[in-house]
């Protein structure tokens, strides 16, 4: 494809299925590989990186919720109700520790801008840590001191809901 000049080629999958491939530069500084290959059925295979950025965000999201910050899956639960009201509580407080994280990081911008931010080869200059890692210690330190009236708070938002829409 990049003899050619060619971004993306279509391609039939078991003999029936018609996709796209499209060939995107990696931009990333983790991976070494030079390209990034997804497969589509759009039909504009161009606006495909727009889409595959956005869902990025969206599995960063949720490896944070389930594994890399709130461990939601060594929770256990088991009724699906509860799955739902621990996951809107969840995003509630990954949302708290971004908009933190983020004012953070503007704070510390403004009284040190090369401070906690990395250069890399291609010019770029990111932080350290991620929005979410700046501030999830923080946020864990003051629901711990406050665990109680968490505790309590959670269990009142438990029973509204469940009452709210017919759950036992």
């Known amino acids: 494809m990049q003899r050619k000049g060619l971004k993306s080629v279509e391609v039939i999958i078991v003999g029936e299925y018609v996709c796209t491939l499209v060939c995107l530069p990696n ?11 997804l497969l589509t ?14 869902r990025w965000t969206i599995e960063c999201c949720f490896g944070h919720l389930k594994t890399n ?13 509860r ?10 407080l990954y949302t708290l520790c971004l908009i933190s994280g983020v004012l953070q990081q503007t ?7 090369k401070a906690n931010t990395k250069n890399y080869a291609n010019g770029k ?8 890692r700046t501030d999830l210690q923080k946020i864990t330190t ?5 665990k109680f009236n968490l505790l309590m708070f959670v269990d009142e938002l438990f029973l509204w809901l469940s009452t709210e829409y017919n759950y036992t």
């Open 41 to 54: 059925n759009l039909d504009e295979p161009e606006v495909i990186g727009a889409f595959y950025r956005l």
């Open 83 to 92: 799955v739902e009201i621990i996951m809107a509580v969840l995003v509630l």
């Open 69 to 81: 910050g709130f461990d939601l899956e060594a929770q256990g639960f088991k009724k699906e109700h």
């Open 27 to 37: 931009t990333g500084t983790r991976d070494k590989e030079p390209f990034i290959y």
């Open 107 to 113: 704070a510390q911008q403004n009284q040190n801008p």
């Open 125 to 132: 200059t990111y932080p350290c840590r991620s929005l979410f």
């Open 142 to 146: 003051q629901a711990n001191s406050l």
